[in-house]
């Protein structure tokens, strides 16, 4: 991964998107670089919980690469939002929660890709937008569809048809971001929450994600029994015996095993 930094730190890891002179702005190459961040990652048992951040103070991620963008064919054009699209997706998918640190620009494909973290926390010098109707064209990687669910049809429409940037704390109002913390205390915060989720039962966490995303996409009356499944599948796991025994018993339990 030519683009990306990845850094385990026992049961969690950073991912730092590093293009600090382009702003990490994505390209081609830095989305072949997250759709492999995302492989290492799902592949590697020891890493509950992941954070993404950008390099520098200055941008998480600043958006797409105009340059590469700006000849695009209507086909090409296609085939890039078709490319960021999967990576995204797979990211929004991916079994462990993510947690997108968000220290500086995220405007345009910056803020989809935050968007497709679990959790969303910010700097206070952060800067959020889709700026793409200003540019001729609509989001491409997934902007229309994740921001409406996020905070609503109304406001996302408003964002993205004046095509204005919000700072952080307009950001936190409209629920697009769930803390805002001076630049300094963000990391050691990301990392505080992604350590406290890695200790939890791993199983039961990622049964919780795939719960609430996929029952998100269906009824309620069938949304419940995708939680019912998920609930049952956690019993008679050596975490749950624990976790169960240990409250039970009025003690800690032990470091959970991921089985």
């Known amino acids: 991964m030519t683009n990306i930094l990845l850094e385990k730190k026992g049961l969690y890891a950073v991912a730092t998107i ?19 961040l995302v492989q290492t990652v799902s592949a590697d048992a020891d890493i509950r919980a992941l954070v993404i951040t950008g390099s520098g103070e200055k ?41 997108a640190a968000v220290n500086g620009f995220a405007l345009g494909g910056g803020c989809e890709l935050s968007m497709s973290c679990d959790i969303r926390i910010c700097a ?5 937008g889709q700026p793409e109707a200003g540019l001729g064209i609509t989001p491409g990687f997934g902007g229309t569809q994740r921001l409406a669910r ?10 993205i048809y004046t095509a204005k940037n919000i700072k952080a704390d307009e950001a936190y109002r409209i629920g697009l971001v769930n803390a805002v913390y001076p630049l300094d205390e963000l990391m050691p915060a990301a990392e505080k929450m ?31 029994v995708i939680e019912e499944k998920l609930f049952g599948s956690c019993f008679k796991t050596a975490d749950q015996i624990e976790g169960m025994s240990a409250f039970l018993e009025k003690r800690k339990h032990e470091p959970y095993q991921n089985k």
């Not at 206070?124 to 959020?128: I, K, P, R, Y």
């Not at 996020?150 to 964002?159: H, R």
């Not at 992604?194 to 039961?204: L, V």
């Not at 049964?207 to 069938?222: P, Q, T």
């Open 124 to 128: 206070d010098t952060a800067v959020f």
């Open 194 to 224: 992604a350590e406290t989720i890695a200790k939890n039962a791993p199983i039961a966490v990622r049964a919780c994600k795939k719960a609430i995303n996929e029952g998100l996409e269906v009824e309620m009356d069938d949304a419940v």
């Open 59 to 99: 941008a998480f991620v600043a958006g797409a690469d105009i340059g590469e963008m700006s000849t695009l064919t209507p086909a090409e054009g296609e085939a890039f939002g078709k490319h960021g699209n999967d990576v995204f997706r797979k990211l929004e998918t991916l079994p462990i929660p993510t947690i």
């Open 18 to 36: 590093n293009r600090p002179k382009a702003l990490n702005a994505l390209n081609s190459e830095v989305l072949s670089d997250l759709d492999e």
């Open 150 to 159: 996020l905070v609503g049809p109304g406001m996302a429409k408003q964002l």
